[in-house]
Every structure is written in structure tokens, then in C-alpha cells.
């Protein structure tokens, strides 16, 4: 871990990302996140990049604070509908 | 779609014919819409927008109105929560917000001919209440209406950038940071930027449905989705670094 250079180890650095992106949207396609997997076996760039995308969308997920639905807002919604219907 | 161009800063529209049939599938059904006389509305692009069928078509009255409040209470209102917290986290304002989804259910009922049941409710609704933030809030927001996206294009993807994209940011840093500086984080992009990240991460839209909300080919919601990420990461990284790591 105490190596932060990753020019050099991955080859395709640009491409990882690509595919990284993907991979965590699960947006790749089989044959992509089969190859991006087995690299991050091997090149520790993109392995270390794979857990710091990993865990931005895991803090979006769960440290955002949900604002809750004014108690009215449905009320109110539906009784407009209801004038107009 | 004239609106459109100026929602799109950059300019670009679809760059080709599988983008343009593809977002017809949510608005397919719908033609003129029967409903001019609203007067209190004053967003005719907006209705085009919503109603962008091929012309010469008809809206059929497809829906009884007991079918029309099922559709409205079923698929429609159990998205409340989710509209509401995307219109807060594109007004940062509460009372804004309920407008903004009060607007976006109007909308959603008076055009609901134009809605097939059973199809991706959610999905519509949020094109609906995009288009009428762009419509009504955006322009008076304090927020400036553009970003220079060759700037930050540039910048995104020169080689020095990446590299230092991918030092330094740990995720022991991301683990200890609490929800507001998350919140300030996302906040802190511009609209477009942080928008993408709302619909991708917290709402888990797929690329798809990302484009036909937004309007926009999928080659242009994947690449704004990854400059929204490096900025998001670069805000991230200086409250990492503030905080001492």
C-alpha cells in the first residue's frame, strides 16, 4: 500500500476507468467486468481505484440525509387532481 | 425541443436516429394534448415537450377516470418520496420543492393519456419534473446557467489529471466522513454534474432511462457521468485532506 505511483502498473489506465465505471453501475457487459475482475486481481491501481469508487457510491448511498415528505404535500396534490379529474 | 438547447450546454442534441426513437417510447401515445384551456399554465414547451408525438396524432381518451386516479394513486404517487428529494436537491429549498413536485403531479395526471400503464412510472415522472425545473426554477436560480464544459473537459481528460484523480483519496477518508459534507460535496457541482449522480447513484436509474430523462444520447450521460464523478471526487479529496488524511 505504500506505493501511490500507478503510472506504469496498468497498461490501460484510461480503459480501466472506462470499464470500472460500468462495472459499478452495472452497466458492463459480461465480457467487460469478467476482464476487469480478474485485472484487479493483478494491478493494484485499479484495484485501490475500484474500492475508492466502490465506497463514493456507498457513502452517497448511505450518508445522505433523506428529507421527508411534507405531511400536507399528498393532501394537497390530491385534492387539486380531484378538481381537475 | 427548442427548450432543450437551452437545457443542454453543450450544445449537443441527438446525434442519432436510435436516441430520437428510443425517447419516443414514453411519449408515444400522446398528440395534441386535449387540455389547452388550462390557463393558469403558461409552459407551452414544456407540454410539447411531454407530448412530443408525431404529429397529426390524436390523444385518445385511453383511461376512464377511475382508471385515471388508480394509475395516479398506484404508480404514480409512491414515487413522492424520491421526486421530492430530487427536486430538493436541485432547489435546495423546501417550499421550491413542493412546488416543483406539485407541478410535476399536475402535469403527470392532466397528461396521463399519454402514459401507458404499467411502464416505467418513475422514469416519466422525473423527465416531467426535469423539464419543469428547467422551465420554471433554473432561470431564476442564483446559479449560474452555464458551465464551461470545455474547461472542465479539457482538464478531466488530460493525462496529469487522471493520474492524480486516482492517488491520494482513501477510503478509510470516504468511510469517516459524515453525511454533510457528502450532501456539501454533491451540492457543490453544477446542476448538470449533480444531477447524474442523483439519478445514477441515489436513484439507481440505468443509463438508459438516464438518457431519456435528460434527453440526451447515452454516450453524453456516460461521459457526464464521469466527469460529475472526478469532480465529485476532487470535492471529496480537499475534505479528506481538510480533515486531516
Known sequence: MEKTDNQGCCSEHDRCLEILQLVLDGEASDTEKEYYMHHIEECMPCYRNYNIESEIRNILRSKLEKKPVPTDLVTVIRSKVNETA | MIENEDWEPTGQNYSDDEDRSEENRYTNKSGEDDDNDDSGDTNDSDEDQLADAPEGEVTVERYSERQKMRIFDGE???????????????????????????????????????????????????????????????????????????DVESYYNSEDAQVEMTTDLRVESLRDMIGDEVSNALNSLAVDFRTVIILCDLEGFTYEEMAKILDIPIGTVRSRLHRARNLLKDKLRSYAQSMGY
Open chain 2, 76 to 150: 404514480f404517487l409512491p414515487h413522492i418520496d424520491a421526486m421530492y428529494n430530487f427536486a430538493f436537491r436541485l432547489t435546495f429549498d423546501e417550499d421550491d420543492a413542493k412546488d416543483l413536485v406539485q407541478e410535476t403531479y399536475l402535469k403527470a395526471f392532466r397528461f396521463i393519456n399519454s402514459f401507458e400503464e404499467g411502464t416505467n412510472a418513475k422514469a416519466w415522472l422525473f423527465r416531467i419534473l426535469k423539464n419543469s425545473f428547467i422551465n420554471d426554477y433554473r432561470k431564476k436560480s442564483k446559479e449560474p446557467a452555464k458551465v464551461d464544459y470545455n
